[in-house]
């Protein structure tokens, strides 16, 4: 319908490592938060419609059709082409990295082919879509003010007022290229520089360009690595070298359901993942940062480490319901901020742990502050892991005792005793090996249900988690194990919907997760069913699947954090880099593993050496 969202999977991303924004096939950009990427939205249509806010340039005749769209090569430059009856126009849309300044949008229409009219409609609202601005000619510039923010829209093209919106119809022909450049800036501070777009375009195009060259992998699935590195890219905050999950807030689980949740923040447990998909690649500058927040994100006393972080490691992310915005497709509550970050999830220390043994592997040295906190950090799990938790999905029911959480529990005291034993550093070593002892016995004890030969969701449920998935990865049992086997194989039965993998049995009586409605598959989960059945000697199985999920990358190759099997669309906040990590992975270990290729340890640290002369990637030219 006019004015209402696209559907998540017809978004693109455009980002300048500060922020990023959703762009649609319909030319609009329905999404965009500044100057960071967890500030209030100044385009918020994509949790309502264009009175939320929206900036949409395309043909002027509604129903002319669009013809295509990509990213220029390996870049995060967007060019949406479209056809109408009387000629052809491209629009290349991108946020130039920068070394300072404002945070802007470019756009570029460019006459391809006789003469198209073009619409522009600029509808600006801040604080999530509440707040209308006093729009106003400045200097050559339509500006947009309201309390501390300002947006400046420079254009040769002239709009107009209608109503809230500014609005624009001009005609572009062959060779022809008409520029838009939107600047956030500061209201108290004079005009903000003014951007060259066709120099932004052009410094921006060279920045990804020369930034991609460092890319290891060239195996059959490399255009698919290559894309999901770029969008870890392009969700990182440069200036810490924080990645935040998604750029977005609220994009729904359940099409109309409850399931929506903020997810603009840094998890801990993406450390280990993401970087190994890092250092696998050849980026030890941006897995080097990566580490660099954590380290500074868990710094204090261990029993106040969290899951969550704000991007530049802020603590505090208080959740609250925007009530004006109706939700997308009427999802709602629309929700900003993640009371998750309060939770006790004690999977936590074992994915910090992980990433810190990762990090020395590879030459990555942790700063002393980190080693010495390594001791204490155990000291604390050795009290706590043993009481129940909420579980790597943040369940929002009573605490159990998840065993994904065991298990990582065990993958901390595990790491601790090889880093002790690889590097000779100093620790109660006998300790720490007899507390994983303990662990592993208890979880092979007490999460095992032996009448189905696999593993459980929580000690004494029948329920199962596609989390289970990851106990080969993490070394607590052999891939040949007969109960990993058995773990794969009822998952495959119990998870499975048209082949894609549910996190769980959401929705259900005995659900933990203390929410009404259910979810789409989950992606990431259908990437560790592929990991998984590659590891227990299914290949061909694993290269199916993995070949069927690539496919369900939209057309610029992005991915949500769901998918829909039924209704065939993707869901949840977009695009998912839990979902990109485990993508990478599995690339890397279907061409490791081929028949031709020798087999090895799945977790064993890539190997690379960073060089004492490593880019900064927070850095841009």
Request: aromatic content about 8%; charged content about 25%.
């Amino acid at each position: 319908m006019p004015g209402q969202p696209s559907r998540i999977e017809d978004y693109a991303l455009i980002g300048d490592l500060l922020t990023a924004a959703l762009v649609g096939k319909d030319g609009s950009i329905d999404w965009l938060c500044l100057p960071r990427f967890d500030s209030p939205a100044c385009f918020a249509a994509l949790l309502g419609d264009e009175d939320n806010g929206r900036w949409r340039i395309a043909p002027a005749d509604e129903d002319g059709p669009y013809a295509r769209r990509r990213y220029r090569d390996d870049t995060a430059i967007l060019e949406t082409e479209w056809e109408t009856t009387t000629g052809q126009v491209l629009v290349t849309d991108f946020m130039p990295c920068r070394k300072t300044g404002a945070p802007s949008v470019v756009r570029i229409v460019e006459g391809l082919s006789g003469t198209v009219d073009m619409r522009m409609d600029l509808r600006l609202r801040f604080d999530y879509g509440r707040v209308l601005p006093w729009m106003r000619r400045r200097g050559g510039a339509l500006t947009g003010t309201a309390g501390p923010e300002s947006v400046w829209l420079r254009t040769p093209v002239r709009p107009v007022a209608h109503g809230t919106a500014h609005t624009a119809v001009f005609p572009v022909t062959a060779g022809e290229r008409i520029p838009f450049v939107l600047t956030w800036h500061p209201s108290h501070l004079s005009a903000p520089h003014q951007v060259d777009a066709f120099e932004a375009l052009r410094s921006t195009e060279s920045y990804w360009r020369r930034w991609l060259r460092r890319l290891t992998y060239d195996g059959p699935y490399r255009d698919a690595v290559a894309r999901s590195l770029i969008t870890l890219k392009a969700l990182t905050y440069q200036p810490t070298g924080g990645i935040v999950a998604a750029p977005t807030t609220s994009l729904p689980e359940e099409i109309g359901g409850v399931r929506n949740w903020d997810y603009r923040f840094c998890w801990l447990r993406d450390a280990g993942m993401t970087l190994e998909a890092l250092l696998r690649s050849g980026f030890k500058a941006e897995a080097d940062a990566w580490r660099a927040w954590l380290e500074r994100a868990v710094a204090g006393r261990p029993e106040d480490v969290q899951i969550m972080y704000g991007i530049a490691g802020e603590r505090r992310l208080t959740e609250w319901e925007a009530d004006w915005l109706p939700g997308y497709e009427g999802s709602r509550p629309v929700r900003i901020g993640n009371a998750a970050a309060g939770q006790r999830q004690l999977d936590v220390p074992g994915e910090v742990m992980d990433a810190i043994h990762l990090a020395i592997g590879c030459g990555l040295r942790p700063r002393k502050h980190l080693v010495a906190l390594q001791a204490v950090f155990l000291d604390h799990l050795e009290r706590v892991w043993s009481e129940p938790d909420q579980g790597l999905w943040e369940m929002r029911g009573a605490p159990r005792h998840y065993t994904h959480s065991k298990v990582m529990c065990w993958v901390a005291f595990d790491r601790a005793v090889r880093l002790a034993e690889a590097h000779a550093r100093p620790g109660p070593v006998d300790r720490w090996r007899a507390v994983r002892d303990r662990i592993h016995r208890e979880v092979c004890e007490r999460a095992y249900d032996p009448e189905r030969n696999t593993f459980t969701q929580s000690y004494g449920s029948r329920e199962l988690d596609a989390a289970l998935l990851q106990i080969p990865q993490t070394g607590f049992l052999p891939p040949d194990d007969p109960r990993v086997i058995g773990t794969v194989e009822a998952v495959q039965r119990e998870l499975l919907a048209d082949g894609l993998v549910a996190r769980y049995s959401a929705g259900t009586a005995d659900s933990p997760d203390g929410l009404t409605g259910g979810e789409g598959a989950f992606l990431a989960c259908s990437f560790w069913l592929a990991d998984a059945l590659r590891m227990i000697g299914r290949e061909d199985e694993a290269r199916a699947l993995y070949e069927r999920l690539l496919e369900l990358r939209n057309d610029v190759g992005l991915l949500a954090e769901e998918y829909d099997p039924r209704a065939r669309r993707q869901l949840g906040n977009f695009p998912q880099a839990f979902t990109h990590v485990p993508l990478i992975r599995v690339a890397y270990e279907l061409d490791l593993h081929a028949p031709h290729a020798r087999r090895e340890n799945p977790r064993k640290a890539p190997d690379v050496h960073p060089s004492d002369d490593v880019t900064d990637p927070r850095t841009p030219p």
